[in-house]
């Protein structure tokens, strides 16, 4: 068995789904062979979620039992919270004006199954919010204000009260659900469930297409149901055991907000919260490889009050970056006073603080892969032709690469990889690619990435497929410990 339905009472009509048994909720809750059921999934179909109704307890206990309840009840607690209803995306917000549009009426309800609703017009405008309020069956209430369509509810929709003329539509989308491969599988290994959040339309992904697709085949190898998500998908991580992003992190972006979140579900996660905190800031980490003596370029923390000083303390060229640059974005070089007073003034508009660092010229960069305080893979990152960096934009937008170059951790200089251990340890035991200068026998830390980038035939070069394995490993481990209790989710203060 995959996937019970709890409901308030049996109802004919839900009876005939293949492969899913139908169970009232007292005998869910009070019966012992369904609190020893481990792994299956518990769609909650009861007649209110109510906090400490029987609906209420049939998601929490299925969380504690090890099951996974749908809705969870961070999902339940988001469908009484007017505040999230109310301020939901502005993309959502303007699909919602576009899908209701025309409608002369000044109220309106959307009837939701399994994130389909009857009317071909509202299909899009359903599945985001199945996306965003994971719910088995859903009922919200429209009202217009000010020539503006506003959610006014969200309610659960109880088998039982699914009108006569929605019985056949409802019938046909939970069996179309439950047929998915995610709930038909009988593998013999352990089932877990991995969220993998990328962006398709992202410029400069972390991942290709092709390391994305070795990622899935990797971790169904390990025994995980791996499913690609975006960021429409934030409401529906209570649905997973672990959380991969492969989507380039920010604090002030939905990345941060999915770690936070899946982090409170108690997922696993790469990359963690702090992980991203402690890596997107270039001030702190200038400040953290300080404090430790690791060696960097000569850097100094920038503000308005000390740029006069920085060419007798670094000398020209001087390297500008913004606090949350990566991978020579947001990364300036001054050649000259009046470059830098031009180029700080930029960044000054955007933070009170920058770092200015020491222009050390290298043909090219080495970076170093390192997942749980272990170095993975060493490549060199050569500089684009003509540039100073591994990438040039060009002012039509233009992308250039330096080229690529692998090599198996234990023929790069041992003096790399040790500062590159030494400086990742500092972050923590996720997924790291920390970026270094090496010159004359000693090796200079320009930077610590979380979310680094790992393209097919690029920095799996040396590993193949085995780089994917690894890491899948690492997730299942982590997994397994959460699950027997051994793993702490207390998120560490900067």
Same mark, same amino acid.
């Given at each position: 068995?995959?996937?019970?339905?709890?409901?308030?009472?049996?109802?004919?009509?839900?009876?005939?789904?293949?492969?899913?048994?139908?169970?009232? =909720?007292?005998?869910?809750?009070?019966?012992?062979?369904?609190?020893?059921?481990?792994?299956?999934?518990? %769609?909650?179909?009861?007649?209110?979620?109510?906090?400490?109704?029987?609906?209420?307890?049939?998601?929490?206990?299925?969380?504690?039992?090890?099951?996974?309840?749908?809705?969870?009840?961070?999902?339940?607690?988001?469908?009484? /919270?007017?505040?999230?209803? &109310?301020?939901?995306?502005?993309?959502?917000?303007?699909?919602?004006?576009?899908?209701?549009?025309?409608?002369?009426?000044?109220?309106?309800?959307?009837?939701?199954?399994?994130?389909?609703? +009857?009317?071909?017009?509202?299909?899009?405008?359903?599945?985001?919010?199945?996306?965003?309020?994971?719910?088995?069956?859903?009922?919200?209430?429209?009202?217009?204000?000010?020539?503006?369509?506003?959610?006014?509810? #969200?309610?659960?929709?109880?088998?039982?009260?699914?009108?006569?003329?929605?019985?056949?539509?409802?019938?046909?989308?939970?069996?179309?659900?439950?047929?998915?491969?995610?709930?038909?599988?009988?593998?013999?290994?352990?089932?877990?469930? +991995?969220?993998?959040?990328?962006?398709?339309?992202?410029?400069?992904?972390?991942?290709?297409?092709?390391?994305?697709?070795?990622?899935?085949?990797? =971790?169904?190898?390990?025994?995980?149901?791996?499913?690609?998500?975006?960021?429409? /998908?934030?409401? @529906?991580?209570?649905?997973?055991?672990?959380?991969? #992003?492969?989507?380039?992190? =920010?604090?002030?972006?939905?990345?941060?907000?999915?770690?936070?979140?899946?982090? $409170?579900?108690?997922?696993?996660?790469?990359?963690?919260?702090?992980?991203?905190?402690?890596?997107?800031?270039?001030?702190?980490?200038?400040?953290?490889?300080?404090?430790?003596?690791?060696?960097?370029?000569?850097?100094?923390?920038?503000? &308005?009050?000390?740029?006069?000083?920085?060419?007798?303390?670094?000398?020209?060229?001087?390297?500008?970056?913004?606090?949350?640059?990566? %991978?020579?974005?947001?990364?300036?070089?001054?050649?000259?006073?009046?470059?830098?007073?031009?180029?700080?003034?930029?960044?000054?508009?955007?933070?009170?603080?920058?770092?200015?660092?020491?222009?050390?010229?290298?043909?090219?960069?080495?970076?170093?892969?390192?997942?749980?305080?272990?170095?993975?893979?060493?490549?060199?990152?050569?500089?684009?032709?003509?540039?100073?960096?591994?990438?040039?934009?060009?002012?039509?937008?233009?992308?250039?690469?330096? /080229?690529?170059?692998?090599?198996?951790?234990?023929?790069?200089?041992?003096?790399?990889? @040790?500062?590159?251990? @030494?400086? =990742?340890?500092?972050?923590?035991?996720?997924?790291? $690619?920390?970026?270094?200068?090496?010159?004359? $026998?000693?090796?200079?830390?320009?930077?610590?990435?979380?979310?680094?980038?790992?393209?097919? /035939?690029?920095?799996?070069?040396?590993?193949?497929?085995?780089?994917?394995?690894? #890491?899948?490993?690492?997730?299942?481990?982590?997994?397994?410990?959460?699950?027997?209790?051994? &793993?702490?989710?207390?998120?560490?203060?900067?």
């Amino acid at each position: 068995m995959q996937a019970i339905a709890v409901v308030s009472r049996k109802t004919e009509w839900l009876h005939s789904i293949p492969g899913i048994e139908v169970v009232e =909720a007292r005998s869910y809750l009070t019966d012992a062979k369904y609190s020893e059921l481990r792994g299956i999934r518990v %769609f909650n179909l009861c007649r209110s979620y109510r906090y400490q109704t029987t609906g209420y307890y049939v998601s929490l206990l299925a969380a504690a039992r090890g099951q996974k309840p749908l809705p969870a009840v961070s999902t339940i607690q988001d469908l009484k /919270d007017q505040s999230i209803i &109310r301020n939901y995306t502005e993309e959502l917000d303007q699909l919602i004006q576009k899908s209701l549009k025309g409608l002369q009426s000044d109220e309106y309800t959307l009837s939701i199954y399994f994130g389909h609703n +009857m009317a071909s017009k509202y299909e899009k405008l359903a599945g985001q919010l199945f996306r965003l309020f994971p719910s088995p069956f859903l009922r919200l209430q429209f009202w217009k204000k000010s020539q503006r369509w506003l959610i006014k509810s #969200i309610n659960p929709i109880p088998a039982g009260e699914v009108s006569e003329d929605h019985r056949e539509f409802a019938r046909r989308k939970a069996i179309e659900f439950f047929s998915r491969k995610r709930f038909q599988s009988r593998r013999a290994v352990p089932r877990y469930d +991995m969220a993998i959040l990328h962006n398709p339309e992202e410029e400069q992904p972390p991942s290709d297409s092709t390391a994305l697709s070795r990622f899935q085949k990797a =971790a169904e190898e390990k025994g995980f149901y791996a499913e690609f998500l975006t960021k429409e /998908d934030y409401g @529906r991580l209570s649905e997973f055991d672990a959380l991969f #992003i492969r989507e380039t992190t =920010a604090v002030n972006h939905h990345t941060y907000r999915f770690a936070r979140k899946a982090l $409170g579900e108690g997922l696993v996660v790469i990359d963690d919260p702090l992980s991203i905190l402690r890596c997107t800031n270039k001030v702190y980490l200038a400040e953290l490889l300080t404090r430790y003596r690791i060696r960097t370029p000569r850097t100094l923390i920038a503000h &308005r009050g000390n740029l006069d000083t920085l060419e007798s303390h670094l000398g020209f060229p001087i390297i500008l970056k913004e606090p949350d640059s990566s %991978f020579s974005q947001g990364v300036v070089k001054a050649s000259d006073p009046e470059s830098l007073k031009s180029k700080a003034e930029a960044i000054l508009n955007k933070s009170d603080l920058f770092i200015a660092q020491e222009f050390l010229p290298t043909e090219y960069d080495w970076r170093v892969g390192i997942l749980n305080r272990t170095p993975l893979y060493v490549c060199k990152y050569f500089m684009a032709r003509g540039h100073w960096q591994v990438m040039n934009k060009d002012e039509a937008g233009e992308q250039d690469y330096g /080229d690529v170059e692998c090599m198996a951790v234990e023929d790069a200089p041992q003096e790399v990889v @040790r500062t590159a251990l @030494r400086a =990742a340890n500092l972050i923590g035991d996720g997924l790291y $690619g920390v970026d270094l200068k090496y010159s004359a $026998g000693k090796a200079y830390v320009i930077e610590v990435n979380d979310n680094p980038s790992i393209d097919g /035939d690029c920095e799996d070069e040396i590993l193949g497929l085995e780089l994917y394995r690894i #890491i899948m490993d690492d997730f299942l481990r982590r997994v397994q410990q959460r699950t027997e209790g051994k &793993r702490s989710y207390n998120v560490e203060p900067l």
